[in-house]
């Protein structure tokens, strides 16, 4: 999270800072460190695609949490793009048992620390229908994420949608300075799902100016290497920038596209938006929640579907609802806000535990795992 930092990241800190300002004490922890439990009310726990790691402190804290799913799909990529050994196994497998014999081989490898041994016999799915069901509150991304977690889980969980965000002192948009209108940006971590590859081969040669800003994925050195190589003269690479200098960039770039092969949100789309850049988009995921008709959607399979969005995008007026949409409701503080208001409900939950009859055995039930 703190060395390939990317949208996840930005949305832990901008939660715990605008949670600070409406008087919430939050603290941001790693997996691996050694928590003080005593000190905190609730924990807030974010990506349940890692289970291992949720479960391992919740069954040592035996307090009341709360999740950000973040529920990614990899699909896809895994049985489309992803070569090798590893992508023929990965195509036979559910999207919860291609993440399980992924999070295994990080362990093997050496990569990741496994913290919790029962995973290795509960398994991905079974870890996370836990989670789900013991968690207080779980905040999902969008209506359509809660939706997916629902039928992909089977559980009708307490789940609540929470909006990402972009911050409005960061992210100022000033009219009167132009655009340039032959620069695409691509800002996000370089790794096959966001699948810049065929962003390269989409736009390679042509008269666009492709900036891509983001760090490498620590876990795919080739894949990074081949869009290197790949990548003709008008493709520029920059390491990744802290918010207050991208939106300088932002507000230069005339398109920014994320292609990826699956997008919750696509924070950086979000915030190139709000500084007036034409977004060009994955049509898989949760976007169009986000974007409706506003957004220029593209097949991620396809460098054909790439370049004819970029180029319509190109050409194209800002659309000025769509700023005015995600200032009005797609900030942090709103985010802040609503997550505040279900901190509070439920430490009033469990300050009188006879009105929810979820709390009796809570802390048994996660021992037992």
């Not at 999902?140 to 939706?147: G, P, R, T, V």
């Not at 593209?298 to 800002?318: K, M, Y």
Request: proline letters at 3%; charged letters at 20%.
């Amino acid at each position: 999270m703190l060395t390939v930092k990317g949208g996840d990241t930005i949305q832990v800190f901008q939660t715990a800072k605008h949670l600070a300002r409406l008087g919430i004490s939050a603290d941001v922890k790693l997996t691996q460190e050694k928590i003080n439990y005593s000190n905190y009310d609730l924990l807030h726990f974010f990506n349940i695609t890692r289970p291992a790691d949720i479960l391992f402190h919740i069954q040592k804290a035996g307090k009341p949490f709360v999740i950000t799913t973040i529920l990614i799909d990899y699909s896809d990529f895994d049985k489309i793009y992803r070569k090798g050994i590893s992508g023929f196994i990965l195509r036979f497998l559910s999207a919860d048992n291609a993440e399980y014999i992924k999070a295994m081989a990080r362990f093997l490898k050496g990569q990741e620390r496994l913290m919790t041994r029962s995973y290795v016999w509960m398994g991905q799915r079974k870890c996370i229908k836990e989670i789900l069901t013991h968690a207080a509150m779980v905040f999902s991304n969008s209506h359509m994420e809660s939706k997916k977690i629902t039928q992909r889980y089977g559980l009708n969980t307490n789940c609540v949608a929470v909006s990402n965000g972009v911050d409005p002192e960061v992210f100022a948009y000033n009219e009167q300075i132009g655009k340039d209108e032959t620069l695409v940006l691509c800002v996000g971590r370089i790794e096959g799902i966001k699948n810049q590859l065929n962003l390269i081969e989409a736009l390679n040669n042509t008269k666009y100016k492709l900036l891509i800003i983001g760090s490498a994925a620590p876990n795919q050195p080739t894949y990074y290497r081949e869009c290197r190589r790949t990548a003709a003269s008008n493709v520029h690479f920059m390491d990744f920038v802290e918010q207050s200098e991208l939106a300088l960039y932002y507000q230069r770039a005339k398109v920014h596209v994320l292609a990826s092969w699956f997008e919750a949100c696509g924070l950086s789309s979000l915030e190139a938006a709000a500084m007036g850049c034409n977004i060009v988009i994955t049509a898989n995921g949760y976007t169009r929640e986000y974007y409706e008709g506003y957004a220029f959607y593209c097949h991620p399979e396809s460098p054909a579907s790439i370049l004819q969005a970029v180029n319509e995008a190109a050409v194209s007026g800002f659309p000025k609802k769509l700023r005015e949409k995600i200032l009005s409701v797609y900030t942090w503080p709103q985010a802040a806000a609503r997550i505040a208001k279900a901190y509070h409900h439920i430490q009033h939950t469990y300050e009188h535990p006879h009105r929810n009859n979820r709390v009796k055995g809570y802390s048994q039930s996660l021992r037992r795992l």
